[in-house]
Nanobody, 116 residues
Framework: QLQLVESGGGLVQPGGSLTLSCAAS????????IGWFRQAPGKEREGVAC????????DYADSVSGRFTISRDNVINTAYLQMISLKPEDTAVYYC?????????WGQGTQVTVSS
């Protein structure tokens, strides 16, 4: 079965940190571009960060630049989103996406709640 599974979400206070994981099974993540997206209540899904192919070029939304870092570990077929200095407006369901020509996969999402 081909799938992505996100984990690592939870409740954190403003200013805190979380690291999300995206584990791939049934395919080799090394050969895909990876993106993290999020969707908050009443808002459209937005792109947060992406890393393109094997070259490792990354891009970030302005709202998270300098606070979030996307990375991948090809040995264990997992991608990550490291988040620091979290703000209440970061609260959302976070989704992992992997794509290449002719194929794309989505995870089920993991909830991140930033609240005091």
């Amino acid at each position: 079965q081909l799938q992505l599974v996100e984990s690592g979400g939870g409740l954190v206070q403003p200013g805190g940190s979380l690291t999300l994981s995206c584990a791939a099974s049934g395919f080799t993540l090394e050969y895909y571009a990876i993106g993290w997206f999020r969707q908050a209540p009443g808002k459209e899904r937005e792109g947060v960060a992406c890393i393109h192919g094997t070259g490792g070029v990354t891009d970030y939304a302005d709202s998270v630049s300098g606070r979030f870092t996307i990375s991948r570990d090809n040995v264990i077929n997992t991608a990550y989103l490291q988040m620091i200095s979290l703000k209440p407006e970061d609260t959302a369901v976070y989704y992992c996406n992997a794509w290449r020509m002719g194929a794309a996969y989505w995870g089920q999402g993991t909830q991140v709640t930033v609240s005091s």
